[in-house]
Nanobody
Framework: QVQLVESGGGLVQAGGSLRLSCAASGHTPFSSYVVGWFRQAPGKEREFVAGISWSGGRTSYADSVKDRFTISRDNAKNTAYLEMNSLKPEDTAVYYC?????????????????????WGQGTQVTVSS
């Protein structure tokens, strides 16, 4: 299994930027996991934000964040990132990092609907107007 810890959340004004980090630890190389970022806003269900393949060669984004957010990973540092730019008040949510081994290579079939096994505790992002 893998343990995930998010960091980098906080309060930012609309139009600002934040960089979230997801630090992974465990007995399996981080490159063995596909990674996703999700968020849950007040009064709403959890939604997909972004996903990235084992080595970062393929990424996927929700339409609401495309061209504003960038997901990346550094397997040597066992860390995934979510760079958030041009933040809007509607981006306010708890952001979660998720990972999965995807032994059967099904993530690429539908990255936005993939069900992850491992989740972090979340980090709060608040965007003020």
């Amino acid at each position: 299994q893998v343990q995930l810890v998010e960091s980098g959340g906080g309060l930012v004004q609309a139009g600002g930027s934040l960089r979230l980090s997801c630090a992974a630890s465990g007995h399996t190389p981080f490159s063995s996991y596909v990674v996703g970022w999700f968020r849950q806003a007040p009064g709403k269900e959890r939604e997909f934000v972004a996903g990235i393949s084992w080595s970062g060669g393929r990424t996927s984004y929700a339409d609401s964040v495309k061209d504003r957010f960038t997901i990346s990973r550094d397997n040597a540092k066992n860390t995934a990132y979510l760079e958030m730019n041009s933040l809007k008040p509607e981006d306010t949510a708890v952001y979660y990092c998720a990972a999965d081994r995807d032994e059967f290579r099904r993530w690429y079939i539908s990255p936005q609907k993939y069900e992850f096994d491992y989740w972090g505790q979340g980090t709060q992002v608040t965007v003020s107007s």
